[in-house]
C-alpha cells in the first residue's frame, strides 16, 4: 500500500475510534484467525491485537523463535503448541528429533511468569521442564500433553506438588515413563480448585484412597477419567463425591462378583446426571452395561475405543443414546453394531471405528463397507469419519457421500496397502472424487486403496476448501503430486508416505509452500539434489532431510519442509541435515 | 525404531526370492519362513511368508518396493499388478497409522484374556477372599479342569449329568460366556467351551442347588 494513503488511513481510523474502544472490542475475539486478520488492518490495529492477545497458539514450534513470540505478545497467560510432524505418532520420525520445549519455558518463566495454561502437542519434555514450569509460574493453572514424550510420572508429581492453584491436568496419550502412580498422592491435602483430571492412559495404581479424598475435597471438578486399574468396585465412591462431573473416563466396567455392587453403581450413575461425554469402560461387558443406561439420555459423546464391545451389546446400549452427537467404536462391533448405530443416532456427526487386530490379516473380524454405508442412511448430519477397514467399493464411497454430502474430515483407512474395490478390481479412484466432488466442505482428507493419479487430479480440481492431506502408498507419477500443489487453494499439510513422487514433484510446489504450514514426504522418490534446489529456491523455508541408517548416499528419506521466520534450526539432531 | 536395509544395487537382490510363483508356499527352494528385509526409500517393509496360509493365486512379494528407487519411467512400480494379490502378512512400519498406546493396548489385552491360544482365565468362588488364575489350554477335558479346580479350593464337585447338573456337592462350576451369560460347566463339548469360556464362577449353596434341579 501507498505509504502517504496508508497514514491517512490511520489518522482517519485513530481520530474515528478511540484506542480504548478498539480494546474493548478486541478483547472478545478469541479465535486466532480474526486475530490475525485485525492485525493486519493497519499499525494501531495491529498494536491494540498484540497487546490484548492473552492466548497464543503456535502451530509449528519452529516456525518463529520464543523470542519473537515474547516481544511481539507481551501479556499472554495461555499457551498452545505444535511440535513434530504428525507421522511421528506412527514411528516415522526418531527419537530425539526435537521440539523440546525447554527453550519456551526458559522464555515463559522470564517474560510470562502469570501464565496460567500450558496445551503441547507431539512436544519432547523433561521431568526438569516440568518442575521448572512448576516452580516459575506460581499462577500456573492447566497442563494439557498429548502425544508427547520424554517425562515420567516424577515430572506429573513436580505438578502436584507446586502448583498450588491448578485446575486442569490432563495427561493423554503420551509416550512416558510411568514409574508409579505415587504423583497423584502429592496433591496437598488442602489442595481444592482442580476441575480436569484425566490420567486414563496410564498403567500404575494410584492410591485410591488418596485419589478419593482429592475428589471430595475438588468441588468443581468436571471432567474426571481414571485409568484402568480403578475397578468398577471403586467407582461409585468417586462419582458420589463428583456431582458436577460432565465428562468421565471410566477405568474397568469389569464386574469381579456378578449381581453384587450393581444397585451402588446405578445409584452412583443415576446422581450424574449433567455427564455429556463418557469414556473408558474396558473390560466392559454385557452384564455391566446396563448400569449405564440411565446416564445415556443426556450423551453427546461416547467413546467406546477401548471397550471391547460385541454388535448385540451396542445395540442395547445406543437405544439408551439418542442426543449422540460423537461416536468411537472399536471394529469388534462390526457391522451389524454400526446398522445400530444408523438406526439410533440420528443426529450423529461423528464417527471413528478403531481397528482392533490392526497386523493380523488372518482374522475377518472387523467392519466393511456395508457398515459404513448403514451409518450414512441413518445418520445423514456425519461430518466426521475415521474408518479403519479391510475392504472397500467404489461405489458404496458414492452412495455414502451421496447420503452425507456435508463431510468436513473424511479419513478412510483400507488396511492393505494398494488394495483395489475387492468387487470390481478396479483402483479407488471414483470413490475419492465421489467425495471431493460431492463434499464441497471438505477441510481434511485421507486417502487409502489403489489409487492412480486421477484421484490427484480430481483433488486438486475440486476440494477447494481442502486443509489437510494424508497421503499412503498412492499415485502413479509425479503428475498427482502437481495437480494437489497445482490446485487445491486452501491446502496447508500435505503428509505424503510411500508414494512414487519425486523431484519434479516437489519441485512444482515452489509458489505453494509458503502459504502451507508444513509438507511431509517419506518413501518417495525425492532426492537430495531436489531437495538442495528446494532450499536454495526459498531460502524462507526450512527444507530438512532426515536420514536414516544404510540408506542410498543421494536419497532423501524423509523430507520435512515448513515455512519459518526463525531461520534453520539450532538444535537440530545430527541426522537432521537443513539444506 | 526402526531398520532400513537398502538393495539399492541390483546385483544384491535375490531374485528367486522375490520371484511371483503359482505355487504353495514352502514348496519353493527359499527359505520355509521366508524374511526378508526389502526397502523403498524410507520405509521398512518386512514381509514374512507364511506356510499356514496356502495361497492358490500365488505369494504376493515387495518386488516393486526394491525398484523403486531404479527406474523412473515404470511410474506404476510402487503398487502391485492386478493380478498380484495385497501383500501376505507383510508388516510396513508406521502402517496402519494408529497410535502406539492404542496398539500397544490391543497387545496387552490379547495376553491378558487369551484368545484361543494358551488362555488364562479369572476363578472366583464364592466366599473366597481372592481369585485365582487358571489356563485353560493346560488342560484336555473337563474332568482334568474340575480336578484342578478341586485341589485349588480345596472342595468337591460332584457327578456330572445332562439331567442334573452338578449332584452330590453343594458347589456347582459355572462360567460366563462371550455373550455374558452364565452357563453350567460341562453342556457343550470341550473345545467349544474354552473358545467361549471368558471366566470361571464357581457358586455355592442355594444358588447351586437352583441350576442343579433345572
Known amino acids: ?579 | 525404531m526402526e531398520k532400513s536395509v537398502n538393495y539399492g544395487d541390483h546385483d544384491d537382490l535375490n531374485l528367486e526370492a522375490t520371484e511371483l510363483r503359482l505355487g504353495l508356499p514352502g514348496i519353493s527352494s527359499s527359505s520355509d519362513i521366508g524374511y526378508e528385509k526389502q526397502s523403498s526409500s524410507a520405509s521398512t517393509v518386512v514381509v514374512v511368508r507364511n506356510n499356514k496360509r496356502a495361497s492358490p493365486e500365488g505369494i504376493m512379494t515387495q518386488e516393486s518396493s526394491t525398484k523403486s528407487n531404479s527406474s523412473v519411467s515404470d511410474a506404476r512400480n510402487v503398487g502391485p499388478d492386478s493380478h498380484h494379490q495385497p501383500l501376505a502378512k507383510a508388516q510396513v512400519v508406521g502402517w496402519p497409522p494408529i497410535r502406539s498406546f492404542r496398539r500397544n493396548s490391543f497387545q496387552q489385552k490379547k495376553t491378558d484374556q487369551g484368545d484361543g491360544a494358551g488362555m488364562y482365565v479369572k476363578v472366583s468362588m464364592d466366599g473366597a477372599p481372592y481369585l485365582r488364575k487358571v489356563d485353560l489350554k493346560v488342560y484336555k477335558s473337563y474332568p482334568e479342569l474340575l480336578t484342578a479346580l478341586e485341589n485349588m479350593f480345596k472342595f468337591t464337585i460332584g457327578e456330572y449329568s445332562e439331567r442334573e447338573g452338578y449332584n452330590g456337592s453343594e458347589y456347582a462350576p459355572t462360567y460366563e460366556d462371550k455373550d455374558g451369560d452364565w452357563m453350567l460347566v460341562g453342556d457343550v463339548p470341550w473345545d467349544m467351551f474354552i473358545f467361549s469360556c471368558k471366566r470361571l464362577r464357581i457358586m455355592k449353596g442355594s444358588e447351586a442347588r437352583g441350576l442343579g434341579c433345572l
Not at chain 1, 168 to 189: R, V
Not at chain 1, 227 to 238: A, G, K, M, S, V
Not at chain 1, 516 to 535: D, E, Q
Request: glycine fraction near 4%; aromatic fraction near 8%; include cysteine.
Open chain 1, 1 to 579: 500500500m501507498d505509504p502517504e494513503r496508508k497514514k491517512v488511513l490511520e489518522r482517519v481510523a485513530v481520530s474515528t475510534f478511540p484506542d480504548e474502544v478498539l480494546e474493548r472490542v478486541l478483547v472478545q475475539l478469541k479465535s486466532h484467525k480474526d486475530r490475525s486478520s485485525v492485525s493486519l488492518v493497519c499499525h494501531s490495529w495491529y498494536d491494540a491485537e498484540r497487546f490484548s492477545r492473552t492466548h497464543v497458539f503456535i502451530a509449528n514450534c519452529y516456525s518463529v523463535t520464543p523470542e519473537i513470540v515474547s516481544r511481539r505478545f507481551p501479556n499472554i497467560r495461555s499457551v498452545s503448541l505444535k511440535g513434530k510432524p504428525r507421522f511421528s505418532d506412527f514411528n516415522l520420525v526418531p527419537p530425539k528429533w526435537g521440539a523440546d520445549i525447554r527453550s519456551w519455558l526458559v522464555m515463559f518463566a522470564a517474560k510470562y511468569p502469570f501464565l496460567e495454561e500450558l496445551r503441547l502437542k507431539r512436544m519432547t519434555v523433561t521431568d526438569e521442564s516440568l518442575e521448572f514450569l512448576a516452580l516459575s509460574c506460581p499462577n500456573f493453572k492447566g497442563l494439557s500433553l498429548l502425544s508427547c514424550d520424554g517425562f515420567s510420572t516424577d515430572g506429573l508429581a513436580a505438578i502436584a506438588t507446586h502448583c498450588k492453584n491448578l485446575t486442569e491436568l490432563d495427561i493423554q496419550e503420551n509416550d512416558l515413563n510411568d514409574k508409579s502412580g505415587s504423583w497423584l498422592s502429592c496433591f496437598p491435602e488442602n489442595f481444592s480448585s482442580l476441575e480436569v483430571l484425566n490420567f486414563a492412559n496410564l498403567s500404575n495404581d494410584v492410591n485410591f484412597e488418596a485419589l478419593e479424598r482429592l475428589v471430595s475435597r475438588c468441588k468443581s471438578l468436571k471432567v474426571l477419567k481414571v485409568n484402568r486399574n480403578i475397578t468398577l468396585e471403586q467407582l461409585p465412591r468417586l462419582l458420589i463425591h463428583a456431582p458436577l462431573l460432565t465428562e468421565l473416563g471410566t477405568g474397568s466396567f469389569l464386574q469381579e462378583h456378578p449381581a453384587c455392587q450393581y444397585s451402588e453403581l446405578e445409584n452412583a450413575f443415576n446422581k450424574c446426571m449433567n455427564l455429556n461425554t463418557l469414556s473408558g469402560l474396558s473390560e466392559v461387558t454385557a452384564l455391566s452395561l446396563p448400569a449405564l443406561y440411565p446416564t445415556c439420555a443426556n450423551l453427546t459423546f461416547l467413546n467406546l475405543s477401548c471397550a471391547a464391545l460385541q454388535s448385540g451389546e451396542l445395540a442395547k446400549l445406543l437405544v439408551h443414546c439418542p442426543c449422540l452427537r460423537r461416536l468411537w467404536v472399536l471394529d469388534t462391533v462390526e457391522d451389524k453394531g454400526l446398522e445400530a448405530v444408523g438406526s439410533n443416532c440420528p443426529l450423529l456427526e461423528e464417527l471413528r471405528v478403531f481397528p482392533t487386530d490392526p497386523f493380523d490379516e488372518d482374522t475377518f473380524h472387523g467392519v466393511t463397507e456395508s457398515g459404513f454405508i448403514a451409518v450414512s442412511y441413518g445418520c445423514r448430519r456425519l461430518s466426521y469419519v475415521l474408518y479403519f477397514c479391510r475392504q472397500m467399493t467404489n461405489a458404496a464411497v458414492e452412495t455414502i457421500v451421496q447420503n452425507c454430502p456435508d463431510f468436513t474430515h473424511f479419513r478412510l483407512c483400507i488396511m492393505n496397502p494398494w488394495q483395489p474395490d475387492y468387487q470390481t478390481n478396479e483402483p479407488m479412484d471414483k470413490a475419492f472424487c465421489a467425495v471431493v466432488k460431492t463434499c464441497t466442505r471438505l477441510q481434511r482428507l485421507a486417502v487409502s486403496g489403489l489409487l492412480t493419479d486421477l484421484t490427484f487430479e480430481y483433488i486438486g480440481k475440486y476440494a477447494k476448501n481442502l486443509e489437510t492431506l494424508s497421503v499412503a502408498f498412492a499415485g502413479s507419477s509425479d503428475w498427482g503430486m502437481q495437480c494437489v500443489l497445482g490446485g487445491c487453494p486452501k491446502l496447508r499439510k500435505l503428509e505424503i508416505r510411500d508414494c512414487p513422487f519425486g523431484n519434479a514433484a516437489l519441485l512444482s510446489g515452489l509458489d505453494k509452500y509458503e502459504s502451507m504450514r508444513s509438507l511431509w514426504m517419506s518413501g518417495c522418490k525425492v532426492t537430495m539434489n531436489g531437495c538442495r534446489l528446494l532450499a536454495k529456491e526459498m531460502p524462507r523455508l526450512n527444507v530438512e532431510v532426515i536420514k536414516v541408517d544404510g540408506s542410498n548416499e543421494s536419497q532423501a528419506d524423509k523430507v520435512y519442509v515448513y515455512r519459518s521466520v526463525a531461520g534453520p534450526r539450532r538444535d537440530a539432531p545430527p541426522f537432521v541435515l537443513t539444506l
